[in-house]
């Protein structure tokens, strides 16, 4: 079996998945939300990887956000949302609790 490293691919804490509609949210919201992500997890140094998904099956209150390991979904999510997300999920290890819709860690019982 291979490192990531060795797969050029950065070791990694978070994979991201946001759902950038088209039904949960408009085009051109989820596109913000998603260039918005790229750009702070590249700015910040983000341990995470990240994939832009097309469809969660939850085709509302989007662009959704599930954050793994964890198994955090985020709905609404705004770049600014992102960045409050970022700070305190993703750098701090405390979801954003008033912003978490469902969590289904895999692996569980
Ligand atoms: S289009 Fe985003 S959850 Fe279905």
């Not at 060795?6 to 260039?35: D, K, M, S, V």
């Not at 985020?74 to 978490?100: C, K, M, N, Q």
Request: contains cysteine; aromatic residues 10%; positive net charge.
């Amino acid at each position: 079996m291979k490192t990531f490293e060795e797969i050029n691919l950065p070791a990694a804490r978070y994979h991201l998945f946001l759902c950038a509609g088209p039904r949960c949210c408009t085009e051109a919201e989820g596109l913000a939300t998603w260039q918005h992500l790229k750009a702070q997890a590249k700015a910040h140094h983000l341990p995470a990887l990240r994939t832009k998904a097309a469809c969660f099956r939850r085709c509302a209150e989007g662009p959704w956000l599930v954050v793994y390991p964890d198994g955090v979904w985020y709905s609404h999510v705004t770049p600014e949302r992102f960045d409050r997300i970022r700070r305190e999920h993703l750098e701090g290890g405390t979801p954003v609790a008033e912003w978490v819709r469902a969590v289904n860690a895999l692996g569980g019982e």
